[in-house]
T-cell receptor
């Protein structure tokens, strides 16, 4: 079975500073990895995904993430955050190679707080 | 535009009552999912369905029931057997989860009063 650990429940950052949100996973098979963002009282929106190929993945709103197989990590980064980036961020994993039909496994989320 | 519609957005229920949450999609997705979200707990899978007239229990199915009579619809019933039903409920669908992940609805916040 796979699992996801988001190491920080909250990350406060000043506006225009860089940020990294950490995600580690465990799985006995190859995986696909996702980052989602959730604004208050809304559903989740896909930021980016890693399926295969280049380990650096670019997503929407200036976010990017790097897949590191040896460290089983998929950390999310943004070089300069804006007040509108304040939200909850979720890392998720599914089994690769056609698997994952029984659903994504989510981490517990990281609340990104942007301070002016 | 295609998407997933959850209704109602806010729902209040008295203890001991069953309540049904609606989830409709017009994306022509085969698979649909229900998740429960509690503060600091992330998303936990309640039920999922990969095809019409078939569904499977997720990690926290006790006290919940579902049906999948149509491809577009996957309603969730929170029964009186669910001991702590106050939560935010999210519905999602997917055509190919490993490639595209999920499309989410905007959620229903259920409060037991």
């Amino acid at each position: 079975a796979q699992s996801v650990t988001q190491l920080d429940s909250q990350v406060p950052v000043f506006e225009e500073a860089p940020v990294e949100l950490r995600c580690n996973y465990s799985s006995s098979v190859s995986v696909y990895l996702f980052w989602y963002v959730q604004y208050p009282n809304q559903g989740l929106q896909l930021l980016l995904k890693y399926l295969s190929g280049s380990t650096l993945v670019k997503g929407i709103n200036g976010f990017e993430a790097e897949f590191n197989k040896s460290q089983t990590s998929f950390h999310l980064r943004k070089p300069s955050v804006h007040i509108s980036d304040t939200a909850e961020y979720f890392c998720a994993v599914s089994e690769g190679s056609g698997g994952g039909a029984d659903g994504l496994t989510f981490g517990k989320g990281t609340h990104l707080i942007i301070q002016p | 535009d295609g998407g997933i519609t959850q209704s109602p957005k806010y729902l209040f229920r008295k203890e001991g009552q069953n309540v049904t949450l609606s989830c409709e999609q017009n994306l022509n997705h085969d698979a649909m999912y229900w998740y429960r979200q509690d503060p600091g707990q992330g998303l936990r899978l309640i039920y999922y369905s990969q095809i019409v007239n078939d569904f499977q229990k997720g990690d926290i199915a006790e006290g919940y029931s579902v049906s999948r009579e149509k491809k577009e619809s996957f309603p969730l019933t929170v029964t009186s057997a669910q001991k702590n039903p106050t939560a935010f409920y999210l519905c999602a669908s997917s055509s190919d989860i490993s490639t595209y992940g999920y499309t989410f609805g905007s959620g229903t916040r259920l409060t037991v009063v």
